[in-house]
């Protein structure tokens, strides 16, 4: 694996890290009337805030459709005119956001240099720093999605499967058969879900990069052996001091 050290494009905000209100995109008013595609594309993306803050604060079963619309500053009208409902409304809203952590994951995972261990961490790391700059999207994704419906409970569950990139292509160590490798990766995929949502649900969002270290040891140990994961797990030092925060997230992260 090869260092990339191209630019990258401008990252997509992720949901909940501006409010929905934001007056940086609000619809302006003028003699040039603005396309409605652009409107639609504006207001969606001010209901995927608006929705993150409200399904956070209240809960996805308190969070009514009025008050999601209310918080985006978007009609109820509009709202139905892009999504059939609130589960639809969340299904789409995760998507997005589990699209734009993925995509900053990547770009840490390829620029972190040839071992795999390394690449994992700065992977690793990438996702709890960018969960704790937008506590509000960590509680919608990983707790209030239990709430939301089959279908998003389906979609978390295809999590282990997106992750995949992060990991080698084959065994390494001791033979296993490709369905054994999967499987592999399902856990320990399915470990560090579990231990991160836990964290969230017990309001210690802001904590979570604590975990970089015990994590990196957990994801490696199983493919590069105990040895070179706890030295990977100890090089996890060099990353104090250094902060990654997910596209528009506030610099001062608020606590949670």
């Known amino acids: 694996m090869a260092p990339s050290h191209a630019p990258h494009p401008v990252s ?43 399904v956070a604060s209240k809960g996805y079963d308190s969070a009514r459709v009025t008050d999601i619309c209310r918080a985006a500053g978007v009609t109820r009208p509009a709202f139905y005119d892009l999504f059939a409902g609130k589960e639809d409304a969340f299904l789409a809203t995760y998507r997005h956001g589990i699209a734009v952590v993925l995509r900053l994951m990547e770009d840490a995972y390829a620029d972190a240099g040839p071992r795999w261990e390394d690449a994992a961490r700065a992977a690793l790391r990438t996702l709890l720093e960018v969960l704790a700059s937008v506590p509000a999207f960590a509680r919608m994704a990983l707790v209030e999605i239990e709430a939301a419906g089959p279908d998003a409970r389906r979609e978390r569950d295809r999590l282990p499967e997106s992750f995949r990139r992060f990991f080698p292509a084959e065994s390494p160590g001791p033979v296993l058969s490709a369905a054994d490798y999967d499987l592999l990766v399902t856990m320990v995929v399915g470990g560090v879900q579990a231990t991160i949502r836990a964290a969230v649900a017990q309001e210690r969002t802001a904590h979570l990069p604590e975990l970089l270290p015990v994590l990196t040891y957990a994801v490696t140990a199983p493919f590069i052996g105990t040895e070179a994961a706890a030295r990977a797990a100890r090089s996890t030092e060099a990353d104090v001091g250094v902060s990654v925060t997910a596209p528009c997230a506030p610099v001062d992260r608020p606590q949670s």
């Open 12 to 54: 997509t905000p992720l949901p909940g890290a501006r409010p929905g209100r934001d007056p940086d995109r609000a619809i302006k008013r003028g003699p040039r009337r603005v396309p409605a595609e652009a409107v639609a594309a504006t207001q969606r993306d001010r209901l995927f805030d608006g929705l993150v803050h409200e």
